[in-house]
């Protein structure tokens, strides 16, 4: 089955400055790559997702990359805020099998002091 | 709407007792599942259903069992509880997801589960 591999575990920047977290994948067949925040106390929630077919995309601040060749993509929060301080997940999926499982990594606390 | 609801919040069991999590979803959403999350890990699926009396096994089916008898619920039992089942759980739906639709996950506030 699909292996998702999350680094790194903890990450603490300065407010305004750049955090970038990386992701591998194991299954060639996963085309669906979410990203969720988790805030203390809450339930994940997914901030921005992107598919197989695209390279790159961008949200306000928040941008996600993919190579499907090397098998992973990343996540790039820019001008980060105290508020980004929170534990992000990057997850895998089939679509189009029916299952929608996800397979998750083992998450990021980021932390950025003001 | 209010989304993903689970209940109980927190519950304490001891080794041997069953208990049923609730998950209820007011959105119409065919596709709910099971995740539980333990420090380290991230979250694991363990059952998850794509529509009304559908369901099939996830990563870590052991110990639980699911039914899905409306479009509405999903709970999630435990059979005999174990210290190993101490965890947080989170129930989760999705659309249908056709085409360009997104396919985000919706998930609940979760329940936090202690077995001594």
């Known amino acids: 089955g699909e292996n998702v591999e999350q680094h790194p575990s903890t990450l603490s920047v300065q407010e305004g400055d750049s955090a970038v977290i990386k992701c591998t994948y194991s299954d060639s067949a996963s085309n669906y790559f979410p990203w969720y925040k988790q805030e203390l106390g809450k339930g994940p929630q997914l901030i921005i997702d992107i598919r197989s077919n695209v390279g790159e995309k961008k949200d306000q601040r928040i941008a996600v990359t993919l190579n499907k060749t090397a098998k992973h993509f990343s996540l790039h929060i820019t001008e980060t805020q105290p508020e980004d301080s929170a534990v992000y997940f990057c997850?895998?999926?089939?679509?189009?099998?029916?299952?929608?499982?996800?397979?998750f990594g083992s998450g990021t606390r980021l932390q950025v002091q003001p | 709407n209010a989304g993903v609801t689970q209940t109980p919040k927190f519950q304490v069991l001891k080794t041997g007792q069953s208990m049923t999590l609730q998950c209820a979803q007011d959105?119409?959403?065919?596709?709910m599942s099971w995740y539980r999350q333990d420090p380290g890990m991230g979250l694991r699926l363990i059952h998850y259903s794509v529509g009304a009396g559908i369901t099939d096994q996830g990563e870590v089916p052991n110990g639980y069992n699911v039914s899905r008898s409306t479009t509405e619920d999903f709970p999630l039992r435990l059979l005999s509880a174990a210290p190993s089942q101490t965890s947080v759980y989170f129930c989760?739906?999705?659309?249908?997801?056709?085409?360009?639709?997104?396919?985000?996950?919706?998930f609940g506030p979760g329940t936090r589960l202690t077995v001594t």
């Open positions: 989760a739906s999705s659309p249908p997801g056709q085409g360009l639709v997104s396919y985000e996950q919706y």
């Open positions: 959105m119409n959403h065919e596709y």
């Open positions: 997850a895998a999926s089939s679509l189009g099998t029916g299952r929608r499982a996800l397979t």
